[in-house]
């Protein structure tokens, strides 16, 4: 239940964020953003009776708190972890709250990171500049106004939210990386048939190329947070089948959309495995990402 809590927090501090980025006058035609907007409104209306300030200084204090509700939750919890990607964490040591709300912030840095880069990624399966349907242009305005950026320039933005989200990780603990066992044997075999060795060892790479390699595994990672995504809405689509919802088939058809980009439709009958093949070829290339990516960089270490 305080994992749902904090996840709802996450997701107030990124309305508070767009409205904060937004301009004075804006118009929101997306249905589901209109319901955020109007659910924000009414909190902006409730505080504003009590604090006088207008609407953007309300965002800020309402940023804070939500940010300071999630310190106070994970210090409750004694969790001080941050995960880089599901390869690295960071565990932490916070002495004070302020410490509390300083892993708060990171944590919140990238969870934006993570919006940023599905994006971008997006956009490419997509092969265009706008994402396709209501779901798509919701998650472009949770990122804006990074998301109105052309190709080149939001994977430059991509790029530097990562190097600063690794490097925020990096100057606040000395050794932060503490890899994750099971997921590093799914890659031995691949990388033994490469005949790489400990390709997961970066103590030889030097502080630069380590902050690329960790910056390039996180945003490389939101394609198995889409993959686990996509795992979930497929059981809320079984939900849905289930207990017969309109509105909900509505959303998750949006979504599986937005998902399956280029790939084919696969009907068997009445069934569409479709949202299955999108989860298959999105878990592959990840893999084969990563494997290249690291590749890459070890090539790197004979150059530099």
Request: some cysteine.
């Amino acid at each position: 239940m305080a994992g749902f809590f904090q996840s709802l927090l996450h997701l107030l501090a990124l309305i508070v964020l767009v409205r904060l980025l937004l301009p004075a006058r804006y118009a929101v035609l997306n249905p589901y953003a209109a319901a955020a907007d109007t659910l924000l409104n009414r909190i902006l209306g409730f505080l504003r009776g009590g604090i006088p300030l207008p609407p953007k200084g309300l965002c800020l204090i309402l940023l804070g708190l939500s940010l300071a509700l999630r310190a106070a939750l994970s210090y409750k919890q004694g969790d001080a972890t941050v995960s880089m990607s599901l390869f690295a964490t960071a565990v932490f040591a916070p002495k004070t709250f302020l410490g509390w709300l300083w892993l708060e912030v990171i944590e919140f840095t990238g969870y934006y990171l993570n919006l940023l880069s599905a994006v971008f990624f997006l956009r490419l399966w997509h092969r265009s500049r706008a994402l396709p349907g209501y779901t798509g242009n919701l998650l472009e305005l949770g990122t804006h106004p990074f998301s109105r950026l052309n190709g080149w320039m939001l994977a430059g933005a991509v790029a530097a939210l990562a190097c600063v989200f690794v490097s925020m990780i990096v100057g606040t603990v000395p050794s932060p990386i503490h890899y994750t066992i099971s997921d590093i044997q799914n890659f031995r075999e691949a990388f033994e048939a490469l005949k790489v060795s400990n390709p997961f060892d970066l103590s030889s790479l030097p502080m630069p190329l380590r902050l690329i390699t960790l910056a390039g595994l996180t945003v490389i990672d939101t394609l198995g947070q889409l993959q686990h995504f996509l795992f979930m809405l497929l059981l809320l689509a079984l939900f849905a089948m289930l207990f017969g919802s309109p509105s909900l088939r509505m959303f998750l058809a949006d979504m599986f959309k937005l998902l399956q980009g280029p790939l084919p439709n696969l009907r068997i009958g009445p069934i569409d495995l479709s949202p299955l093949l999108t989860f298959f070829v999105l878990g592959a290339l990840r893999s084969l990402l990563i494997v290249v990516f690291l590749l890459l960089i070890r090539g790197l270490i004979h150059v530099v």
